[in-house]
């Protein structure tokens, strides 16, 4: 996965975790090493609280795609989806809590949660959500449009979605409908329709 990165920013450590978590979980520590060891990262261990460079995590994902011989998109999906049980498991599942009682109110909250989290969490670049409400065959259909400055994870939105509608048990047919626009700032856009 090849990315040109014009911005030094970073992420927590918590999402390298959240990376080595599952891959350990899944392939083994031996997996995980060989990973990182391609990436060249110094340890194979990440402080949750610590800012890492962005590149790394992407590097960490490119890598990861080598060694499983898994398409990048597949793993940032199911990334997604474990990224939801991960961070509950790791404490921050009350927080999520207090920003959502079922799918819809926590697409709603996307951005309260995230500007919440920047109080702990002071280098926090989040993305931006915004969230269209209609009716669409006699179902509620969610318009989602995710904004980011980071490049390609629109398939970790789409298995984030996946995992948040497995969390609230809310049946869902959740599609990528596409991108607004050519330009860099347009939003990607997801349609979500909650099922009965
Ligand atoms: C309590 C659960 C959550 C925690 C603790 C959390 C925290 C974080 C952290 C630490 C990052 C890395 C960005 C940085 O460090 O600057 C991040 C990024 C991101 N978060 Fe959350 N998040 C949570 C839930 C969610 C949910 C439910 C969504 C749903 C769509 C979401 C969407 C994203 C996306 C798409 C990114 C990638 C960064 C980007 O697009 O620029 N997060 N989040």
Request: glycine share 12%; with cysteine.
């Amino acid at each position: 996965m090849a990315f040109f990165f014009a911005n030094v920013w970073t992420m927590y450590g918590l999402v390298n975790e959240a990376m080595r978590d599952m891959v350990v979980s899944r392939q083994g520590e031996a997996c995980w090493a060989e990973i990182c060891g391609r990436v060249g990262v110094p340890s194979t261990e990440f402080v949750a609280m610590q800012a890492y460079p962005d590149a790394m995590t992407y590097g960490l994902v490119g890598a990861a795609s080598e060694v499983l011989a898994t398409p990048a998109g597949d793993l940032l999906r199911s990334f997604g989806d474990y990224w939801i049980t991960f961070t509950a498991e790791q404490g921050y599942g009350e927080m999520m809590d207090l920003f959502g009682k079922d799918l819809l109110s926590c697409l709603r909250n996307l951005n309260g949660m995230h500007a919440h989290m920047g109080v702990m969490m002071p280098e926090l670049r989040p993305p931006r959500f915004e969230v269209t409400e209609r009716e669409g065959s006699g179902v509620p259909v969610v318009e989602l449009r995710y904004y980011s400055k980071r490049p390609g994870l629109m398939p970790f939105v789409l298995g984030l979605l996946e995992g948040l509608a497995r969390k609230f048990g809310q049946k869902a047919e959740i599609g990528h409908v596409g991108r607004a626009s050519e330009g860099p700032d347009s939003p990607e856009i997801f349609e979500i329709r909650l099922l009965a």
